[in-house]
């Protein structure tokens, strides 16, 4: 007999701690083989840990795979306090390093729902190159005219939002193949670092086409679902990419993800759709932004349940969630949807429909660092109904399936991060914020780990910790030491 044993690990599965004594763990052909103690094993590989805590791997449910690649190599604007300082840090970078001519200057993480000023074309106008700067929500972009000219469009489009901006996004993030898949493969090995076995990857252009090329290139680290988009519906019909079927000459490690939907924008673009106005705003857009009419939102999920595809929607404020669970119950009690459906976000959610997603058998996919990112935000523009936002625990109590993730690049692509931020509801020495909506650590580990267990037979995806989940501190949670993650028994990142 052959195969990898680790000796001597403490067992923590997101449910309870597995007694307290360490036990041994026998991985063979990809699995968890045999779980004893003081198993002796001729020709096992032994590698002692020597108490350290050992997790099913854990996952990322929501990332753009690609653009958190992308957002490495851009100039960071996120600590801009306001436009004038940003126009700051975008003219100190063109000084040090001018882009290459032919080329805007790209920069990301810019978040203005809380400025003293208003972006304005004056701002960046001043600097001579182009530049295009991507907010932190992503659902908004901000360039000047020397960008604009550069790319063929309109001085018009200076500030662009949802639609509009995504698709400029789209355009300034195509880069050679060669050196987006060795970025991504950098962030591949960085999430396996965390120990990340997997994620689910909502990128906007032919994910599981990219992924399948990755993996033949040598970029093995995660596992990954890949999402599909309504104008990438046909591709997927004909590739054979169906929710949950995993992709032919993937290794094993690539499966169909979700068919994505939008019900509404985002918080700090105030365009979450929402049944109060923001305040301060007025017209047709007051209460943000509903990217579908209901008949048209139901009509996009049939399209996709008939070619496999289960949905995912993107819900962020409380209204949009009444249309996403409106269009989930109108689909009716169908067996591909069960257990498959999902909802992305739920930012804010009426009470009165909580029970009503919890009825669905959906996933509310949920992004913890979000709530630390916007809770000033939030506090402005959805004075008097924060209780409901971020409503983790509410969800959870009321039975509803939870997936934590980052939304990467817009929180960090850190499971760690994203556990302590749902448990805590605190970050840098802030005071918690809306404690009664934590989830507990053993809950939140739950969601993180793919409803991964340690048992024989379930799959050798691993994380080898230096601390224990469970019982350490908020801030040492978020820094959480790996030591090792497994995948299939197979190492993707070593440090013992």
């Not at 063109?94 to 074309?121: H, M, N, Q, S, T």
């Not at 901006?165 to 970025?183: K, N, T």
Request: hydrophobic share 45%.
């Amino acid at each position: 007999m052959s195969g990898l044993l680790l000796r001597r690990a403490r067992l923590v599965d997101g449910l309870e701690h597995h007694g307290g004594e360490p036990l041994d763990l026998l991985l063979e052909d990809g699995r968890i083989l045999v779980v004893g103690t003081e198993l002796e094993v001729p020709d096992a590989e032994v590698v002692e840990l020597d108490g350290r805590w050992v997790t099913p791997g854990l996952w990322d449910e929501h990332v753009h795979f690609s653009q958190h690649a992308l957002t490495a190599q851009r100039l960071d604007v996120a600590p801009a306090a306001s436009a004038a300082e940003v126009a700051r840090l975008v003219r100190e970078r063109v000084v040090a390093a001018p882009p290459a001519p032919g080329e805007p200057l790209i920069g990301y993480g810019f978040r203005d729902g809380l400025w003293p000023d208003e972006p304005e074309p004056a701002h960046l106008d001043a600097i001579g190159a182009p530049v295009v700067l991507v907010s932190g929500d992503v659902h908004c972009t901000w360039a000047n005219r020397a960008a604009l000219h550069l790319l063929g469009m309109a001085d018009a489009d200076w500030l662009l939002r949802e639609q509009p901006a995504f698709d400029l996004g789209r355009r300034i993030s195509a880069v050679p193949v060669e050196r987006l898949d060795a970025w991504a493969g950098e962030a591949a090995r960085q999430a396996a670092a965390r120990g990340v076995v997997g994620i689910s990857d909502l990128e906007m252009d032919d994910a599981a086409g990219t992924w399948l090329r990755r993996i033949r290139g040598g970029t093995r680290e995660l596992r990954v679902r890949a999402a599909v988009y309504p104008y990438d519906l046909e591709r997927a019909r004909t590739g054979g990419i169906r929710t949950g079927a995993v992709v032919d000459g993937s290794e094993g490690l690539l499966e169909g993800g979700n068919f994505k939907l939008f019900t509404d924008g985002s918080l700090n673009t105030r365009t979450a759709y929402c049944h109060d106005p923001y305040p301060g705003l007025t017209g047709a857009e007051a209460r943000g932004l509903a990217t579908h009419e209901p008949a048209a939102l139901l009509g996009l999920a049939r399209d996709g349940l008939a070619a496999g595809l289960s949905p995912t929607i993107h819900a962020i404020g409380d209204a949009a969630v009444a249309l996403a669970i409106d269009a989930l119950e109108a689909l009716g009690d169908l067996e591909e949807l069960r257990g498959t459906a999902r909802m992305e976000h739920v930012q804010l959610i009426a009470e009165a429909d909580v029970p009503r997603l919890a009825a669905l058998d959906v996933t509310a996919s949920v992004q913890p660092e979000h709530a630390m990112d916007d809770r000033e935000v939030a506090d402005r523009y959805w004075a008097g109904r924060t209780g409901r936002s971020f409503a983790f625990r509410a969800l959870h109590d009321a039975g509803v399936r939870l997936a934590l993730g980052s939304d990467a690049p817009v929180a960090p692509l850190d499971p760690w991060i994203a556990i302590a931020a749902a448990t805590t509801r605190s970050r840098d020495g802030l005071e918690p914020w809306h404690p009664e909506q934590a989830l507990e650590r053993s809950a939140a580990l739950a969601a993180s780990t793919h409803g991964g267990v340690l048992e024989p037979g379930s799959r050798a995806d691993l994380a080898i910790l230096d601390a224990d989940p469970l019982a350490v501190s908020g801030a040492e949670l978020r820094a959480m030491p790996v030591a090792g993650t497994l995948l299939g028994a197979r190492w993707t990142h070593r440090e013992l």
